[in-house]
Each structure stands twice: as structure tokens, then as C-alpha cells.
């Protein structure tokens, strides 16, 4: 049987006999490149850009730099498994789609493309609270595929305890809680667009689906407005004309109704919640009986904690540099965590993966599995369910083929000793 490596590059190689390139650039700076020519300023800053000055984004990507793979020889790696273990679940490779909210802003199918690659390629796909498309309908489009479900805790327990219990029973196999983002970084390509989608409506299905929310969209619209709004502009005509679009329903009843405008306004007055600790995830477990993975953690305490409080898995992540500008580099957090852990639960992560050989050294370094974010969005941008596709399979082969490269049979195989300064926790 050829490997997925040999596979993925053979037809690349083959097609160009015939004098065709590839759709979707599989150099990763390349891939950037054409993803910007693809999107709009707004679109580009907002999936691209990070907090402050870039320099956590940055850091990110060149932490793996700082980690050298010292390939072995004559090992019999002819036949190599990708497969693993995560949380009691089978999958195909070590390699999740990370919860990226605001896919419409990429292509105008959103989850419903990303759901088609994901299920393609049998890789789990964590849904964002800030979908564009509900968790139900992403669920159905993932079939057999597993579909984890990413958590933004609300200011109102009623509402995140309803997003929960959704995810439950549309079958999702996890919960991821996003701990990180419990207030919006200082974003300075978007503050300099003064742009935020979720004020356009965009972003917003899962709570414009949802029951709890619904009904404090109509209890928001049925009170009466204590200030005048400001003369309008095409500004704000074009705004009002997004909100409506993007909320349920026909869009002229939207406009009368003022539903829409107020489903922003709630929104904006419940994302997310700063009084949130370890004690509330008692509640959490309260909610649901599935497995909890806290997304976010970069100290190795914290990790302690969480296992004092009887998490089911641990998420090392800094949003991809969208938080913090001039935190720590995931890779970097990643061995003391690791350490800290000891195998007691899985340890994924996240946070300036752009290649195959960048998830081997994660690997390398502990995590069970790597979760993958940019890159696919701009797969995504560029031609659909076919470029986050293409993407995701250019990044397993090249994991492939690095292990092969290296002498490595298994997931299990790549450990510390396949680097050349194995890191001290």
C-alpha cells in the first residue's frame, strides 16, 4: 500500500507531466501569499492578523526553528502508521482542524466546505461557538467524521450550558473550552479596519439557532430604545443590511423586526465571561458527560490544576498569537506542560503549525496531536471544501514522509530522542 506521503506527491508530480500546478500552493509562505490576493483587507486582517505589534504570531512560528530532527538510517519504515488514540477515540492521523470562528469571511460556504474536507479525510473538526453555520447542520455534513465542539463561556450560564447540551446531543465526541479569550485581544490590524464581524452579524449562528439566545434577542427588541440612534450613513445601512441577511428568516421581515440588530447587541453584551475559575468547572461537568479539553493553558501550574479539577485533556495554545502580544511561544510552553501532565491525560497543541515537519516536532516534544488553524482557512479561501482539503493533505503527507525520513514506523515512535536537544521540562 503507498503511503498518503507518496500518494499525495506522486500526484502532484504526475498532474504536472501535463503541465498543471497545483490549485492551492503547497509552500506554506506561498500558500499565505495567494490566500491574501484571495480575500478582502477586512477578511485578511482578521484571519491573519494577531495581537499588538505580531510578536507572539511570530514567536509562534519561530520556535520550531530552534528544534532540529536528527533522522535515523536503515530502519525498515516501508510501511509507516499515522493512526493514534485520543480520549478513547481511533483516528486516522494526529491532526484535528482547529476551532476557527467567522468562516464566511474565507467562502461563502464556511463549515459546510471545511465539514466536506474534514469528513474526505476522516480528521475530527472542532466547531467554534463563533460558526457561521450551526452545530446541528456542520454535524450532519461530517457524517462518520468525529466533530469536537469549542467553547466561548457566556456571560449568562443559561446560554452556555444550552450550547453544551446542544453539542451533546448533535453527537459531538468532545468539548473543547476556549479559556484564553474571555476578552478580545488588542487587535491592531482590525482596530485600524474598526472592524469586528460579529458586529455585521457575521459569526453568529450558534447563538442566533439557539433557544436561550432567541429569546434574549426578543426580550432586547421588545424594550424600548432610551437613546436616539445617530443620523445614519452607508456605513450603517450597509451594516443593518448584514445583520439581517445573516439572521434567520427572509430579510425584509428581519429589517422591520429589528431582530437582527438585537441579536448583535445581546451578543455583544454576553461574549465572554473574565469571572470564570477552576471551581466553575464543576458546573461544566454538571452539563455534560463529555470529555473536557481546557484550551489555552501555556504554564505547567495551570496544567496542574486542571488536573486537580478532573479535565480530560489539556489544549497548550496562545490563539495563535491573537491574544497576548509578546507571550511565550506554544512550543516553548509546551515540555514543561508535558511534563507537568506525565501522560495523565492527552496533551494537545496549537499555535504556529504550518507543515507536516512542524507537527512532527510538536509530536516530538509530547503533544498527542496537533491541532491545525490558519492554513486551512486559507486553503479554504482559495477554492472551498477542494483547498482546505488539499491543505490538510499536504500537511499529512509531508508528516508522513518526514517520519519515514527520519526512521520513524508510528506516531508512537516520535518522541524527544528524534531531535537533537531533547528539552528538559
Do not use: C
Not at 530532527?69 to 485520543?86: A, K, N, S
Amino acid at each position: 500500500m503507498q503511503s498518503v506521503g507518496r500518494a499525495v506527491q506522486s500526484a502532484i508530480y504526475r498532474a504536472g507531466v501535463f503541465g498543471h500546478r497545483p490549485t492551492v500552493p503547497v509552500e506554506p509562505a506561498a500558500l499565505e501569499a495567494a490566500a491574501r490576493k484571495a480575500m478582502s483587507p477586512r477578511s485578511w486582517s482578521y484571519v491573519a492578523g494577531s495581537a499588538g505589534q505580531q510578536r507572539t504570531a511570530a514567536a509562534n512560528t519561530a520556535a520550531f526553528g530552534r528544534h532540529q530532527i536528527v533522522p535515523r538510517m536503515l530502519v525498515d519504515v516501508e510501511q509507516r502508521d499515522l493512526t493514534t488514540t485520543l480520549l478513547g477515540q481511533d483516528l486516522h492521523a494526529p491532526l484535528l482542524l482547529a476551532p476557527i470562528g467567522v468562516l464566511e469571511m474565507a467562502h461563502r460556504e464556511a463549515e459546510h466546505a471545511v465539514a466536506s474536507a474534514a469528513r474526505a479525510l476522516g480528521l475530527p473538526m472542532i466547531v467554534s461557538t463563533q460558526a457561521s453555520v450551526p452545530m446541528e447542520d456542520v454535524a450532519a455534513d461530517l457524517g462518520a467524521s468525529p466533530m469536537w465542539y469549542q467553547l466561548y463561556w457566556s456571560r449568562d450560564d443559561e446560554l452556555a450550558e444550552s450550547f453544551v447540551r446542544r453539542a451533546e446531543a448533535a453527537g459531538a465526541q468532545a468539548l473543547v473550552v476556549t479559556l484564553d479569550t474571555h476578552l478580545l485581544g488588542w487587535r491592531t490590524r482590525d482596530l485600524d479596519l474598526a472592524y469586528l464581524p460579529f458586529a455585521q452579524g457575521q459569526g453568529l449562528a450558534q447563538y442566533t439557532s439557539d433557544p436561550v439566545f432567541q429569546r434574549m434577542t426578543r426580550e432586547r427588541a421588545n424594550q424600548p430604545r432610551t437613546e436616539r440612534d445617530p443620523r445614519p450613513t452607508p456605513a450603517a445601512v450597509r451594516s443593518v443590511l448584514s445583520q439581517a441577511r445573516r439572521f434567520p428568516g427572509d430579510v425584509r421581515t428581519n429589517l422591520r423586526s429589528g431582530l437582527p440588530r438585537a441579536a448583535v447587541e445581546t451578543f455583544l453584551d454576553t461574549f465572554s465571561r473574565s469571572s470564570l475559575t477552576w471551581n466553575d468547572l464543576a458546573r461544566l461537568r454538571e452539563w455534560t458527560s463529555l470529555p473536557i479539553v481546557l484550551k489555552g493553558l501555556q504554564h505547567p501550574d495551570d496544567a496542574r490544576l486542571a488536573l486537580e479539577h478532573g479535565v480530560d485533556g489539556i489544549a497548550v495554545s496562545n490563539h495563535g498569537g491573537r491574544q497576548v502580544d509578546g507571550a511565550i511561544a506554544s512550543l516553548d510552553a509546551l515540555p514543561g506542560i508535558v511534563d507537568a501532565v506525565d501522560g495523565r491525560v492527552p496533551v494537545l497543541f496549537d499555535s504556529g503549525v504550518r507543515s507536516g515537519a512542524d507537527a512532527f516536532i510538536a509530536l516530538a516534544l509530547g503533544a498527542d496531536a496537533v491541532l491545525l488553524g490558519r492554513p486551512w482557512v486559507y486553503g479554504l479561501a482559495l477554492a472551498g471544501a477542494h483547498g482546505a482539503q488539499a491543505v490538510l493533505e499536504h500537511v499529512l503527507a509531508e508528516l508522513d514522509l518526514t517520519m519515514g525520513l527520519a526512521g520513524v514506523r508510528s506516531v508512537a515512535d516520535i518522541t524527544r530522542e528524534t531531535l537533537a536537544t531533547p528539552t528538559a521540562g
